[in-house]
């Protein structure tokens, strides 16, 4: 089977981190997304993979060199300043398919959904489109799917208001097509999958839902995103904790390499240390993810807080949950960061702030 990765988004809701690398790049315990991407699809029987992305996008994956083992990859990228939505570049991978059924999973989702058996449910409802399916509390930030007894989509409607949901049965990003979807799909311009396609085959009668239980997440914002480094963190989805030889880290942590750790320095729980980070002495760590060689001064407090690529922060700063520091950025010494502050990328900061605002 042939999937096509839909990974052409901006990613505004992770600004500033996605001003510098797309969402596909982020690192899940220390491995980017699109890496448990490419490991997952092969273990299910993919072999060929069509990335649908913007030119920057292929530019920045290439650069990463994301390890994709023996898969096969192709790049099918939207024209330059006209993105073609979420339908578009499915119509334009087309010429790669051929005529067998394929998977379209979006490059923001981590899952642990079987993609075989999506395929399977799909084959034998002889559907048109299958959408995969988990149950959510606010289904308001999705696409809502509303179900016959036989698993056929009787409904769907794309992010309805709050409370006005039939279900909460969700859109999770993750679909099976056959062929014959490209009949639907309008050729060079940007198209909705979810608020022109699948609400027509609804209609039709050729839409099918796959309900799955397990874990699922977007890393749309900040907080999924370090929520699901949290949840997978307390899970079985890797084999050892690299746990590094500081008597004061509290696990689960994970570490690649060896950082500098100081004397007196408390790292953890739910911490993820990338490659090369420095930590000085008497920091508290606790509910982050640090990424690759930042440094960290003496006597910092950093919780629930996401720090990009080579950002330097201060001596004795104070960073309070949800905050976002991006790459390269420097936070001065003596600084307090409030909750749900955003540092762009190179910024740098050096008088307290104490309101949720981007400092650009």
Sequence with gaps: MKAVILAGGFGTRLRPLSCT??????????????????EKLAKSGVKYIIMAVSRQTRFQIKSFNV?????????SCDPPKKPLGTGGPVKKAEKFIGAEDFLVVNGDIFTSLDYSE?????????????????????????????????????????KPPLGKAPTNLINAGVYVLSPEIFRYIPKGRKVSMEREIFTRLAEEGGLYGYVFSGLWTDIGRVEDYLKLNRVLLD????????????????????????????????????????????????????????????????????????????????????????CVIGDYAVIRDNIFLAKGVSVCPAKEVSENITASRCVM
């Design 21 to 38: 690398r797309p969402k596909s790049l982020f690192p899940i315990l220390n491995k980017p997304l699109l890496q448990w991407t490419f």
């Design 67 to 75: 390890d994709a083992g023996e898969l096969k990859i192709v790049y």
């Design 118 to 158: 999506i395929a399977k449910f799909h084959k034998e409802k002889k559907a048109v489109a299958t959408i995969a399916l988990c149950r959510v509390d606010d289904p308001s930030r999705f696409g809502v799917a509303e179900l016959t007894e036989n698993g056929r989509i009787k409904k769907f409607i794309e």
């Design 235 to 322: 899970s079985h989805f890797f084999e050892k904790k690299i746990v590094g030889s500081n008597e004061n880290i509290r696990e689960p942590v994970i570490i690649e390499g060896r950082p500098h750790i100081g004397k007196f320095s408390i790292i953890g729980p739910h911490v993820v240390l990338g490659r090369n980070v420095k930590i000085g002495k008497h920091v508290h760590v606790e509910n982050s993810v640090i990424f690759p060689e930042a440094s960290i001064a003496d006597y910092a407090s950093i919780s629930g807080v996401v720090i990009g690529e080579k950002a330097v922060i201060g001596k004795n700063v104070k960073i309070e949950e949800n």
